[in-house]
């Protein structure tokens, strides 16, 4: 009962985005989403979401189309609770920024269009999707029991054709987000599409990204010296592209590292130094870091960060972590169903979309707070590398939490669950 209890408190602070009436159809829709079984339609989620009919099915529609709440309020609910419960004042945050297309069918879905899939896609060959492309804003959190970062959500925006590039799009959520949380700041990866953010200067934010090979680059303007006459320089003199750097750079400069990879720590060796990447930071220095396998199996790589006195290591760990971005969209849309909510008119497929990505931040929230360092996980004898536990784990160990309550409640005598009904709880917690 006290683990459903926290995940009500969770949702109860989200009730003043709401109207009173509004507010009852979130909380049904948010326990209904998490203990659907089945594909997470809208109709598919109302027998777990509303079992007693309490409201019409039109309201539920009604509630993503018409309803009169807005997304960012909803989303600073969550980012200030994250913060309270789990991020110290005075750590720096990371955080990540991507886009992605949660696929739509249907002959009008307000805001979709036709993109490039870049899942699908190769080299050789574009393949292009019908859908809603969303960028999305992310904690990245890091936990001692979890050899990985966390991805979690914390701001969203749709993009459309014609409106704010994806770029524009971020930088407006890095300004909401700093604003949100005026005593942290915060460390930004992202990919090289990305990396113009560099040159809009985020609030309280340094911005860390690949660099292109071509890149042109110029060394720090020199000192002025005194009497000297007209406008100072803003950049200095050419220098090579990132891999001719890398290539006449002497031995003695490279330094063999240690830095964390998708949970493994491996060694690289690492060459910084500072200039200016003109083009797209203008006049703000960065430094570069080119990265070399030591046993050169892998392409060298390169990558640039805004804190000019960042620890090179560090900047490729922060890189790496990046990729938690990626398994949040995995999880939100293999898991909790992110693209298979029938919206099609108005503000309801961007919304659906969000809630969604909500969710998928709420239910971490929920797990980490609850279990605390007490987290577990089913052992399987197939899968015995496992060290932390999953989303799907933590969402079956909040489907089972609520379960739980909602067979004791309905219970005249309320007795304890019996073996056949925990084993059959939990069975039902990963359904899906």
């Not at 805001?111 to 292009?128: E, N």
């Not at 006449?248 to 990447?277: E, F, H, I, S, Y």
Request: hydrophobic share 45%; glycine share 6%.
């Amino acid at each position: 009962m006290a683990d459903a209890l926290a995940w009500e408190t969770i949702l109860a602070a989200a009730a003043a985005v709401f109207t009173r009436p509004a507010f009852r159809l979130f909380r049904h829709i948010a326990c209904g989403w998490v203990l659907c079984p089945a594909r997470h339609t809208i109709t598919g989620m109302l027998p777990s979401a509303d079992p007693d009919g309490e409201h019409a099915h039109d309201a539920f529609h009604r509630f993503f189309r018409d309803a009169v709440w807005k997304t960012a309020p909803l989303w600073k609910t969550l980012t200030v609770a994250l913060a309270a419960a789990l991020l110290p004042s005075d750590q720096t945050v990371g955080t990540s920024v991507d886009d992605t297309i949660a696929h739509k069918t249907g002959p009008k879905v307000d805001g979709a269009g036709v993109f490039r899939d870049p899942v699908r896609s190769t080299k050789r060959k574009i393949v292009y999707a019908f859908g809603l492309n969303v960028v999305v804003l992310s904690l990245r959190l890091t936990l001692p029991w979890a050899p990985q970062p966390f991805g979690l959500p914390v701001n969203l925006r749709l993009y459309r054709k014609g409106g704010p590039s994806h770029v524009q799009l971020a930088a407006e959520m890095l300004r909401e987000i700093a604003q949100w949380l005026p005593l942290h700041h915060f460390i930004l990866t992202a990919d090289g599409a990305y990396a113009s953010l560099a040159k809009l200067r985020p609030p309280r934010t340094h911005v860390t990204s690949r660099m292109r090979r071509d890149a042109a680059l110029y060394d720090l303007p020199a000192p002025r010296q005194p009497g000297q006459r007209g406008r100072p320089r803003k950049k200095g003199e050419r220098l090579p592209t990132p891999p001719a750097i890398a290539s006449q750079a002497p031995t003695a400069d490279w330094k063999l590292t240690n830095v964390r990879m998708r949970g493994r720590t491996v060694q690289r060796c690492l060459l910084a130094r500072t200039l200016l990447w003109y083009k797209v930071a203008t006049d703000t220095p960065v430094l570069l870091v080119i990265v070399r396998d030591p046993a050169r199996r892998e392409h060298d790589d390169y990558f640039f960060t805004t804190d000019i006195h960042a620890d090179p290591g560090a900047v490729v760990s922060d890189y790496a972590g990046r990729w938690s971005i990626e398994v949040t969209f995995r999880d939100a849309k293999q898991i909790l169903g992110a693209e298979q909510p029938q919206s099609w008119r108005r503000q309801g497929p961007e919304r659906t979309v969000t809630v969604a990505f909500w969710l998928h931040s709420a239910v971490w929230l929920w797990y980490i707070t609850v279990r605390g360092d007490k987290v577990s996980w089913p052992l399987r004898p197939w899968y015995t590398r496992k060290r932390s536990p999953s989303f799907a784990d933590a969402l079956a160990a909040l489907r089972s939490a609520l379960w739980c309550q909602r067979i004791s409640a309905s219970s005249a005598t309320k007795p304890e669950l019996t073996k056949i009904a925990a084993s059959l709880v939990d069975l039902l917690a990963r359904a899906g």
